[in-house]
Structure formats: C-alpha cells, structure tokens
C-alpha cells in the first residue's frame, strides 16, 4: 500500500514537472504584460497601516527592476515609475534613495525633468538638511532647463549644509566666476578651508581655493587677449576691474605668473596639486593593498596610479613602504 | 490582592512559555528579522534599512499574533481545563483573576518582544556595526512593547465575551483598525473630502490609535526621537488598555460557568 502511495506521489510530481515548461511559458507571457497598478497615495497610507516603511520599501523593491525593463508601452512605464516614487515618499518622507534615483531615472531615462524636479522639490520640502538632494536638483536645473540662477541658488544651499561635497562646491565656484561673482566664487572655498577639520580636508579646500583663482585668472586672461590681441605678460597687465571684481582683484594676482605658452600658474597651486596627488596615492595604495593583501611594489604602483606631473625644479618622486613622496 | 494577581500572573506566564504556538510566532519573527537581510540585497542601497523596517515589521506582527493566538485564548482554556473553578474557588476574586492573566501575558509578550529586539539588535549589529543601533531603534521596540499593553486587554475583554476563534479575529481587526486611525485625518487634511471631515473630528478623538505608539517611521528618518510623544501615546494607548481591562472584569464577573 505504502508504495503504491509513493508510486502516485511521485507519478505527481512527474506530471507537474513535465507540464511545468508549458505552463511556465504561459505564465512569462502572463507576467510580462506591462500592467502597474499604483493606488492614490491616501489610500496606500491607510492600507498600509502601522507598516509604512516596510510598504515603502516593498513597492521600492518593485519599482527598481522595472526602471531598466522596457515596457511596450513607454507612456505607461513614465506614469508608473512617476506615481511610484512619489506614493513611496508618500508613505515615507525621508526614503532618500528613491529621490536620488528617482529623479535621476525620471531624468535620464524617462527624460522627464518636470517630474525629476516636483519629485525633488518634495524631496528637500521633506529633507530640508539634505545636500545630496539640493545638488541634485541643482543638476537638473543646469542640465535640462539650462537655468543658472536656480542652480546656483541651490548650490549655495546646499553649501551650507554637511555631507556636501567638493565636486558640487568646485561647480558653485566655477558658476560663479562665469558669473564674474569673483570674490563669491573665493569666499566658496575660503569658507570650507576656515571649516576644515583635518589636514587632508585643509589641503582639499586649499587647492579648490587657488584653482577657483586660477579660473579667475584665466577668465580674465581670455578676455585680455581678446581686447589687446596678445597675451598678458604679467599679472600687472590683468589689474583692471573689467576683467576681475574689485574686491577680488589682489586675491587673484597674487603669486599669478604666466609660463612660456601664456597659460595661466601659481606656484602655490602646483605644490598643493602635489600634495593632493599623493593623498589620492595613499587611497590607492590602500585600496591595491586590501585587494592584493600587502602593500603594491613600486612597479606594481606607477604601472596603475597614472602619469605623476612634473615634481618641480631638483625634485623626483618616489615610491617607498607604500608612500609617494617628493624627494 | 498582589499576592493573588501575582500568582496568577506566574501561572499564566508558566502556561504561555509551555504554548508551542509561541515558539511558532517567535520562530517566525526570528525568519523575519534574518530574512530581512534578503530585501537588503536587492535593492541598490538601504540595506541596513531594508532590514530594520521589515525587522520592525515583524516584530508588530508578532505582538499581534501573540495577543491573538495565545491572548485571545488565554481565558477560554482555563474554563475548558476547569482550572478556572480551582482558581476562584481558592479566596481569588474575577477581577484579579484578569488582572494576573493581563500581567502574566504581558510578561510573555514583552519577554519575547526583548528577545526579538536582541536578535534585531544583534543582526543590525553584524551588518552596519554598533553604530548603527540607535535610540531610534529603541523608541521603536518601546512603542511596540506599549502597543502590547491594549491589544493584550482587548484580546482578554473578547476572550470573556466570545469564543477563542471569534476573540482571535476580533483582535486582528482591532489591531488593523487602530493602526488606521490616523487615516481619518489624513483623508481630510488640506479641506480633502469635507465629506469626511464632520466624521473625522466626531470619530479621531475617541477612536483607539495605535499609531500613537508606531515608530517605526522615524527609525530611518535621521530625525531625534520624540521621547515625550512616546511617553504621550503610552499614555493614550494605556487608557485604552484600562477601558477594555475594565470591560473585560465586568464582563468576567457576570460570566456564568
């Protein structure tokens, strides 16, 4: 009896098996219709009850794939991914990735931005101390809608808050001198370089400040040229308030040389460049040691790390127990 | 009168641990919280998020299926023992008698709301470091735990009135409505559906709201934990638990066995 009942358990599982490649083509045909349904987010919330976060996350966990999957109808999957992120911050204020992501697929994909900036407006509306959410609307106002005040007005938000970083800072700066905001565009990095909690932060500020004073410099170095018809020949020649702010002006020149191509170079710039450049080398280092499980060998090092510049006059570099150094 | 609830308490609390549905639900609650780790791995970033909210979650639903499997039950069986005659019969009014199951069962439900914390603690732990377990975290369990308080009375006063099976159902549906509360004032905020609204003021203010206690929410949000609003809605959360305790005792009393 006992094995007859195997028998039929097992000629079960067989038959299931064997109907499985049929039906489960069915099914992918089934599954792969474009059908999303998102309720209003009111009604989420109360379906939802005390497990916000946890419906949140879930219909996160859903959204996500279908942001690379193509849809056959393409004004369907805008619509999805739109009402998608915006009943998840719904449900959940402070989800910071869906803004992130969101507004960068709305963006970059859906090509969007009207969406990316209301889902990014609710974003900083709900986060008001969050940088990463002022600089990305920030990028969708200098990318999409070419808007430079707004963009600059976010970014000088944003500067103020912590967790910015040095990349949308140097975008501050560099909007501002193109702005000829030159003293602002200074008083960017001037700032941070007064905030600065250790050494490494300092030297990062403090080359951000003197290349900000490099494309001053250069700025108005183009612009000479083009008035005169010959390069500057010395700082000297770039004293003028038209081609520099006042009030920037004896920041700027100071130290301003030129080389013999007419570009623009501050000895104090160059050294500081050297000095960020061996920071980025101990990351390296660091980041090779942990894959390889000891430090790089001098060839395994300058094989991957990159063309060094020049070390300046009577200086080499050298590599030695995982340190680049000038000698 | 402290000796008595006390023993009963004891007795309760003896009984539940003995419960295999009890190592069921906890045994469910640990999947949850280890499994959250799964979520984590398939979303682009929000790991550790991932595993706290579904974690939290789990530890919400556990307090509901404790208060509705071994709650709901919890005066049934002692009727259908026989143990109850024992009991009363032995200098122990009806009221005590409730009042030592209520304590014995929160007993339970809080040493096993502890237990789950320390397994979500321990997990969060081995993913994100010490760092990561915070005060928001523990507002969270705090909440939770309090959350247990009125849905364990309400598990007792239904226990009294109907059978096992129908207390069960009664205190999922307390539950599920408690925790939507706050959506009589959400449907009508901003003048939405003024409809509701005349609804909303007369309803919101004497319906019971779990949300009070609910903060899961902020676990994630990076906001500082709101002690006092804690402190308010166990407040509001316990008098719900003394309205259907009280309920529950009158209910009891007139019982007939």
Known sequence: MASRILLVALAGIAGAAALQGRVGAENAVRRANDFRYTPEPSV?????????????????????PDMSRPF??????????????????????????????????????????????????????????????????????????????????????????????????????????????????LAVWAKQLDEAHNAKVRTICEYELWRTKAQIAARASREFAAQHGRPPRDAEDLRDPKLISSTALDLVLQGLSFDENGRVRYERLAELDREKLILNAESYVAGLASHLGRLPTSEEFFGGFGQ?????PGRRWAYEDGKLELR | MRDRVGVVASATYREAVRDRVLLIVLAFAAAMILGSRVLGWISVEDELKMVKDFSLSGIGWLVALLA???????????????????????????????????????????????????????????????????SRMVAAVTGLACEAVPLTAVSLFLGTLCSPALAASGTLAFWLVAHRTEALRELTVDGRSPEFAAMYRVLYPVMPNLENVNFINSVTSGKPVAWSALGLGAVSVSCWAAAFLAGAIVLFRRRQF
């Open chain 1, 308 to 312: 060094l510049p020049d070390p300046g």
């Open chain 1, 44 to 64: 989420m919330r109360v379906l939802c009850g005390g497990d916000r976060s946890a419906c949140a996350d879930v219909l996160w966990l859903s959204a996500l």
């Open chain 2, 68 to 134: 509705m499997l071994i709650g709901a039950g919890s005066i049934a069986r002692e009727v259908e023992r026989r143990t109850v005659y024992t009991v009363l019969s032995r200098d122990c009014g009806r009221g005590e008698f409730v009042l030592g199951k209520l304590a014995g069962l929160l007993c339970v439900f809080w040493t096993c709301i502890a237990g789950m914390a320390l397994v979500l603690f321990a997990w969060v732990a081995v993913w994100g470091g010490f760092a990561a377990i915070d």
């Open chain 1, 72 to 185: 056959e109808d393409r004004a369907l999957k805008k619509r999805w991914i739109a009402a998608a992120t915006d009943v998840i911050t719904d449900l959940e204020p402070t989800f910071g990735t869906v803004y992130g992501y969101g507004a960068a697929h709305l963006n970059l994909v859906d090509r969007n931005p009207d969406e990316a900036i209301a889902l990014l407006t609710k974003g900083i509306a709900n986060n008001p101390d969050s940088a990463g959410l002022h600089v990305a609307l920030a990028m969708v106002y200098y990318e999409f809608k070419k808007d430079r005040a707004k963009t600059i007005e976010l970014l000088e938000a944003a500067s103020t808050l912590p967790g910015i970083d040095s990349l949308s800072l140097a975008m501050l700066a560099s909007l501002r001198v193109d702005s000829r905001d030159d003293f602002t565009a």
